[in-house]
């Protein structure tokens, strides 16, 4: 029975050694984009303009700055892993003429940041009765 219990703390240690540098595998996002509709992070309204995306610390927690106003918000992204390369961008679910902030990549690496939706986007998504409809906003080159 020693032996077993042994043998299993051996092999979870190996395998906490093994994913824990993946976990802790640095990232920063440094992204510019000319966002030209008015839109919500969390339950944060946004004016259409230029903003600056950064990530904060290595637990996924980004700002949305506007570039010219200097108003920010913090929002928690979930990692996910890109099965292509694509150039940064953001991605938006959209229902009727409300625009919520969903994905972001950065175009250095290939992990895609992914936000909960909020309840205001849940109560958005309710009342407009369909699936979301993302659409894509290509983001300028840093």
């Known amino acids: 029975m020693q032996k077993k219990i042994f043998a299993l703390i051996v092999a979870l240690s190996f395998a906490v050694s093994l994913v824990a540098p993946a976990l802790a595998y640095p990232f920063t996002v440094r992204i510019r984009a000319e966002i030209p509709f008015d839109f919500m992070v969390g339950s944060k309204r946004l004016p259409k303009g230029e903003y600056l995306i950064e990530s904060l610390n290595d637990t ?80 300028n080159d840093k």
Do not use: C
Request: hydrophobic share 35%; aromatic share 8%.
């Open 60 to 139: 996924g927690t980004l700002t949305i700055r506007n570039a010219k106003k200097g108003k920010a918000v913090n929002f928690m992204t979930i990692r996910g892993k890109m099965m292509e390369k694509p150039k940064s961008k953001l991605v938006f679910h959209r229902y009727g003429d409300q625009y919520f902030l969903a994905r972001v990549w950065d175009g250095t690496s290939d992990t895609v940041l992914k936000l909960d939706k909020s309840k205001a986007e849940k109560r958005a998504a309710k009342l407009a009765k369909k699936e979301e409809n993302p659409d894509e906003v290509p983001v």
